[in-house]
């Protein structure tokens, strides 16, 4: 038992930019691909990862002092304190029992591709700690440690699954084959589909909103560090930032804004050449396999829609903090959701419009997830001596990932019948989600179909048509030379009627 702890927290030690790509160094090997490249893609691997956490680090710290700036305008003192995800991480990996989650990760998983039941390799084993801090909450609960493995186990199931669903769309949003994100934040989409389901019925939802549609519309102001620029400006002032700190924080975001895509082409450039030679392995070995390579979310970070809407997203949040009742929690360290960003990315197909709206509909769930879960996870930094917490305070998490996940299923497993009609309802929610985003089309064109936009219709009206409505793809092949039957009035002509005929004047040689 020692032995597998030293080794955990020697992993633990080595972090997420260089664990990641020591796995799939070793993947790569495996595969096939050749030492050279296998290693110049991994250390490749490595700077993505890195220079993305550098620069999420970088938007954090500049919207953050914003947003405290904001609610310190508005007067706002609440009691739990936001230590973000970092905060709850940490505490969570003090947890005595965090590592036997690795062993429990990789058998699940093992056992699923073993038996076909996914097609996804987890490799993001530094986020494990999710899985930890879900049994710890559950544990809470019922004072049961079976109980907790019980549904961390199962949300590991979800996870893979989850995954298996979205790979296609990641790889026509990021085009990069053969990964996904096996991520817990991509579940709170089972949450968001409902929603966005009823948003296909508003015509103005159903038309392309992704940053390259909307610089088509706007110009300039569409551009990446245009867009940067123009939010940053805004969110100094509303911080009550003076011109010049306002400017400073205006470059600031435009800066990260331009290189966020930069950094994404770095994975790309990582994990297509790992990606065909485990495809090439799969072939070899296992007849009709495919097997996708889970990832952390960072890979997704590279589409500018997801960070303007979590920018979009920061007075939201401090309006709800202020005017939800029983909202005891501030959104500082979490303040850009992140737990909520990818799930939307994913499920809307990068559509901005769409993402902001089920933004400020589901925000008040993290604020309310907060104030529920601060006494659990104040009791856990105090038991584990991570943080010293003031008398009076509680520690908490302003945009906690899985709210709904953890308290139906927690309390589930506590015995409480409302939580379990929740959880059944979730479960069936998940399915329906599973089903949908397998179907759906891809997002690159799904607004374009929901906008109506189809072949041209088999028939067309007399009174309607005219040279520009005709599709002359339909007559290619088609020779249409005089013949011998007079046509009077070309405009009464179906063209698709003609399809297979052959009006030419050359005569047939016997």
Same mark, same amino acid.
């Given at each position: 038992?020692?032995?597998?702890?030293?080794?955990?927290?020697?992993?633990?030690?080595?972090?997420?930019?260089?664990?990641?790509?020591?796995?799939?160094?070793?993947?790569?090997?495996?595969?096939?691909?050749?030492?050279?490249?296998?290693?110049?893609?991994?250390?490749?691997?490595?700077?993505?990862?890195?220079?993305?956490?550098?620069?999420?680090?970088?938007?954090?710290?500049?919207?953050?002092?914003?947003?405290?700036?904001?609610?310190?305008?508005?007067?706002?003192?609440?009691?739990?304190?936001?230590?973000?995800?970092?905060?709850?991480?940490?505490?969570?990996?003090?947890?005595?029992?965090?590592?036997?989650?690795?062993?429990?990760?990789?058998?699940?998983?093992?056992?699923?591709?073993?038996?076909?039941?996914?097609?996804?390799?987890?490799?993001?084993?530094?986020?494990?700690?999710?899985?930890?801090?879900?049994?710890?909450?559950?544990?809470?609960?019922?004072?049961?440690?079976?109980?907790?493995?019980?549904?961390?186990?199962?949300?590991?199931?979800?996870?893979?699954?989850?995954?298996?669903?979205?790979?296609?769309?990641?790889?026509?949003?990021?085009?990069?084959?053969?990964?996904?994100?096996?991520?817990?934040?991509? @579940?709170?989409?089972? &949450?968001?589909? #409902?929603? $966005?389901?009823? %948003?296909?019925?508003?015509? =103005?939802? /159903?038309?392309? +909103?992704?940053?390259?549609?909307?610089?088509?519309?706007?110009?300039?102001?569409?551009?990446?560090?245009?867009?940067?620029?123009?939010?940053?400006?805004?969110?100094?002032?509303?911080?009550?930032?003076?011109?010049?700190?306002?400017?400073?924080?205006?470059?600031?975001?435009?800066?990260?804004?331009?290189?966020?895509?930069?950094?994404?082409?770095?994975?790309?450039?990582?994990?297509?050449?790992?990606?065909?030679?485990?495809?090439?392995?799969?072939?070899?070995?296992?007849?009709?396999?495919?097997?996708?390579?889970?990832?952390?979310?960072?890979?997704?970070?590279?589409?500018?829609?997801?960070?303007?809407?979590?920018?979009?997203?920061?007075?939201?949040? @401090?309006?709800?903090? &202020?005017?939800? #009742?029983? $909202?005891?929690? %501030?959104?500082?360290?979490? =303040?850009? /959701?992140?737990? +909520?960003?990818?799930?939307?990315?994913?499920?809307?197909?990068?559509?901005?419009?769409?993402?902001?709206?089920?933004?400020?509909?589901?925000?008040?769930?993290?604020?309310?997830?907060?104030?529920?879960?601060?006494?659990?996870?104040?009791?856990?930094?105090?038991?584990?001596?991570?943080?010293?917490?003031?008398?009076?305070?509680?520690?908490?998490?302003?945009?906690?990932?899985?709210?709904?996940?953890?308290?139906?299923?927690?309390?589930?497993?506590?015995?409480?019948?409302?939580?379990?009609?929740?959880?059944?309802?979730?479960?069936?929610?998940?399915?329906?989600?599973?089903?949908?985003?397998?179907?759906?089309?891809?997002?690159?064109?799904?607004?374009?179909?929901?906008?109506?936009?189809?072949?041209?219709?088999?028939?067309?009206?007399?009174?309607?048509?005219?040279?520009?409505?005709?599709?002359?793809?339909?007559?290619?092949?088609?020779?249409?030379?005089?013949?011998?039957?007079?046509?009077?009035?070309?405009?009464?002509?179906?063209?698709?009627?003609?399809?297979?005929?052959?009006?030419?004047?050359?005569?047939?040689?016997?």
């Amino acid at each position: 038992m020692e032995v597998l702890k030293e080794i955990v927290n020697f992993v633990l030690n080595l972090g997420g930019p260089v664990f990641v790509p020591l796995i799939m160094l070793i993947i790569a090997l495996v595969a096939g691909l050749s030492f050279k490249k296998s290693f110049i893609a991994a250390i490749t691997l490595g700077v993505a990862f890195s220079g993305m956490n550098l620069v999420v680090n970088y938007m954090q710290e500049i919207i953050a002092p914003a947003g405290k700036a904001m609610s310190k305008a508005l007067g706002v003192t609440l009691n739990a304190v936001d230590a973000g995800w970092t905060g709850v991480a940490a505490i969570t990996w003090s947890y005595k029992v965090a590592f036997l989650f690795f062993p429990l990760l990789l058998a699940i998983n093992f056992v699923m591709l073993t038996f076909n039941w996914t097609k996804t390799l987890n490799v993001d084993m530094w986020n494990v700690w999710n899985k930890i801090f879900t049994y710890v909450i559950v544990y809470y609960f019922t004072n049961n440690m079976f109980l907790g493995f019980i549904v961390a186990s199962i949300q590991i199931i979800f996870e893979l699954k989850i995954g298996d669903v979205w790979q296609r769309h990641i790889e026509d949003m990021t085009g990069m084959e053969g990964v996904t994100v096996p991520h817990f934040i991509t @579940l709170f989409a089972v &949450i968001l589909n #409902p929603i $966005n389901k009823l %948003l296909d019925y508003i015509p =103005i939802f /159903n038309k392309p +909103f992704d940053s390259e549609a909307i610089q088509k519309k706007i110009g300039i102001f569409g551009e990446n560090k245009v867009m940067g620029f123009i939010i940053g400006i805004l969110l100094g002032f509303g911080a009550g930032y003076g011109l010049s700190k306002s400017l400073m924080l205006a470059i600031q975001a435009a800066t990260a804004m331009t290189l966020f895509p930069m950094i994404s082409k770095l994975f790309m450039e990582a994990l297509n050449p790992i990606a065909d030679a485990m495809s090439n392995f799969m072939k070899k070995h296992f007849k009709d396999r495919q097997v996708y390579i889970g990832l952390d979310w960072p890979i997704l970070a590279g589409r500018s829609e997801f960070w303007v809407t979590v920018i979009v997203l920061v007075p939201v949040e @401090l309006l709800f903090a &202020i005017i939800l #009742p029983n $909202n005891n929690i %501030l959104p500082f360290a979490g =303040i850009i /959701n992140l737990s +909520f960003a990818v799930a939307a990315l994913l499920l809307t197909g990068a559509n901005l419009l769409r993402m902001i709206v089920l933004g400020i509909i589901s925000t008040p769930i993290f604020l309310y997830g907060g104030t529920y879960f601060a006494p659990m996870i104040t009791k856990l930094a105090v038991q584990t001596g991570s943080f010293k917490v003031p008398a009076g305070q509680q520690l908490s998490w302003s945009t906690i990932e899985g709210p709904d996940f953890r308290l139906f299923f927690g309390q589930a497993f506590a015995g409480q019948w409302w939580a379990v009609v929740a959880a059944v309802i979730w479960t069936v929610l998940f399915i329906w989600l599973y089903k949908d985003q397998q179907k759906i089309a891809l997002p690159s064109k799904r607004y374009a179909t929901l906008a109506g936009v189809t072949p041209t219709s088999t028939a067309t009206s007399k009174a309607s048509v005219n040279y520009q409505d005709i599709d002359l793809n339909a007559l290619d092949g088609m020779h249409i030379g005089s013949g011998k039957k007079k046509v009077n009035d070309y405009q009464n002509i179906d063209l698709n009627a003609l399809d297979g005929m052959n009006f030419s004047q050359k005569k047939k040689v016997k």
